[in-house]
């Protein structure tokens, strides 16, 4: 987003200075529906979303590692798990249409959880894993627990596939000396 709006207006810090208070109300709509997503209404919330908007973790990271200050992932990573969690996946008996932008949906989030941060991939998985147990000691049945694995496995493999250009690179231009011998 930042590089794409730098290129575009020509300005260096645009983009990330967008990136960075876009963020704020970015996580606060995402952490609501979170929230709600948990049973919790009305003020209360509200009040917890936009608390765990501004925490200090948002704005004391944002100049040193933007990214992972956005929160946003970690949002969706969360709201990805909640949604396993309700069985949804499997009891989701509506109209075909209905249903292509339901996993339309799981697809975008795995996708913004897969590249926009690996300790959030780490994070989602991890919680992926401890639902999927949960489900499991809940007798969900073996077919449920194929499908509401699969957004997991695919945050993995599209995690994966965003590390091939850097492997890349690192293959086609590696350091002159080791680690050991740089420090």
Same mark, same amino acid.
């Given at each position: 987003?930042?590089?794409?709006?730098?290129?575009?207006?020509?300005?260096?810090?645009?983009?990330?200075?967008?990136?960075?208070?876009?963020?704020?109300?970015?996580?606060?709509?995402?952490?609501?529906?979170?929230?709600?997503?948990?049973?919790?209404?009305?003020?209360?919330?509200?009040?917890?979303?936009?608390?765990?908007?501004?925490?200090?973790?948002?704005?004391?990271?944002?100049?040193?590692?933007?990214?992972?200050?956005?929160?946003?992932?970690?949002?969706?990573? #969360? *709201?990805? !798990?909640?949604? $396993?969690?309700?069985? /949804?996946?499997?009891?989701?008996?509506? =109209? &075909?249409?209905?249903?292509?932008?339901?996993?339309?949906?799981?697809?975008?989030?795995?996708?913004?959880?897969?590249?926009?941060?690996?300790?959030?991939?780490?994070?989602?998985?991890?919680?992926?894993?401890?639902?999927?147990?949960?489900?499991?000691?809940?007798?969900?049945?073996?077919?449920?627990?194929?499908?509401?694995?699969?957004?997991?496995?695919?945050?993995?493999? #599209? *995690?994966? !596939?965003?590390? $091939?250009?850097?492997? /890349?690179?690192?293959?086609?231009?590696? =350091? &002159?000396?080791?680690?050991?011998?740089?420090?």
């Amino acid at each position: 987003f930042a590089m794409i709006v730098n290129a575009v207006t020509d300005s260096t810090f645009l983009g990330i200075n967008l990136l960075i208070l876009l963020s704020f109300p970015l996580v606060a709509v995402l952490a609501y529906l979170t929230i709600r997503m948990t049973g919790l209404k009305g003020p209360l919330a509200i009040a917890l979303a936009v608390a765990f908007a501004v925490i200090p973790f948002h704005w004391g990271r944002a100049l040193g590692h933007t990214y992972l200050s956005t929160l946003y992932s970690a949002v969706v990573g #969360l *709201a990805l !798990v909640l949604l $396993v969690r309700s069985g /949804l996946f499997t009891h989701l008996r509506t =109209p &075909l249409g209905r249903r292509v932008w339901f996993w339309a949906a799981i697809v975008v989030m795995a996708i913004v959880v897969a590249w926009t941060g690996v300790y959030y991939v780490a994070f989602t998985l991890i919680l992926g894993v401890a639902v999927l147990i949960w489900r499991f000691a809940h007798r969900a049945p073996a077919r449920a627990l194929a499908v509401e694995a699969a957004p997991f496995a695919g945050i993995g493999v #599209l *995690a994966a !596939v965003g590390f $091939v250009p850097a492997l /890349l690179t690192l293959r086609s231009d590696p =350091p &002159l000396a080791s680690l050991g011998e740089r420090m």
